[in-house]
């Protein structure tokens, strides 16, 4: 009697440590229920430089791609999850064929589950708040970068308007 306690009490808590080990892994569904009970009734959206979709011409067709990216990678998963809606600046050489009137695109492509919100820049914009404050002033200041970040009034005055 003793020895089929012993094994009951053994198989019990080897039950609960599985249950317990499964119910930490996260799942989109746990996600989604999270979001839903920390932001009740709020949209997610995300900013960004890089798209998570990219529309590119490859001969006479038009293809998604998913640009390299550690933010893309990061939270992509969150939105397909969650839903929500992401605005970064197009880069693809055919995002422009494949948005709505509202500049809208529904993503991923094959599943789609949150929208893509592009914006349409010009190089001079681009080369100012990219390429002089985010990459030279932004970026070494977040990543304790040892490089001094340098920023300058001029990266921002062709978005002045």
């Not at 080897?14 to 920390?38: D, G, H, M, N, P």
């Not at 693809?92 to 009137?101: E, I, K, S």
């Not at 094959?110 to 681009?126: C, F, G, H, K, V």
Request: charged content about 25%; overall charge positive.
């Amino acid at each position: 009697m003793a020895r089929s306690l012993a094994e009951a009490r053994a198989a019990a808590e080897e039950e609960a440590r599985l249950r317990q080990a499964s119910e930490s892994l996260w799942t989109a569904k746990r996600l989604k229920e999270q979001v839903r009970q920390k932001l009740p009734g709020r949209a997610l959206l995300v900013i960004s430089n890089r798209e998570p979709y990219q529309h590119v011409r490859q001969g006479s067709q038009i293809i998604s791609i998913v640009p390299p990216s550690g933010l893309v990678t990061a939270l992509e998963p969150l939105l397909r999850a969650c839903g929500g809606t992401w605005i970064a600046q197009a880069n693809g050489n055919a995002d422009r064929d494949v948005v709505d009137n509202k500049d809208h695109i529904q993503v991923p492509p094959q599943d789609p589950a949150y929208t893509l919100r592009r914006l349409w820049i010009s190089r001079e914009e681009e080369k100012g708040f990219y390429y002089g404050f985010s990459n030279e002033g932004l970026w070494p200041l977040c990543h304790i970068a040892h490089t001094r970040p340098i920023f300058r009034p001029e990266d921002w005055l062709p978005i002045r308007r």
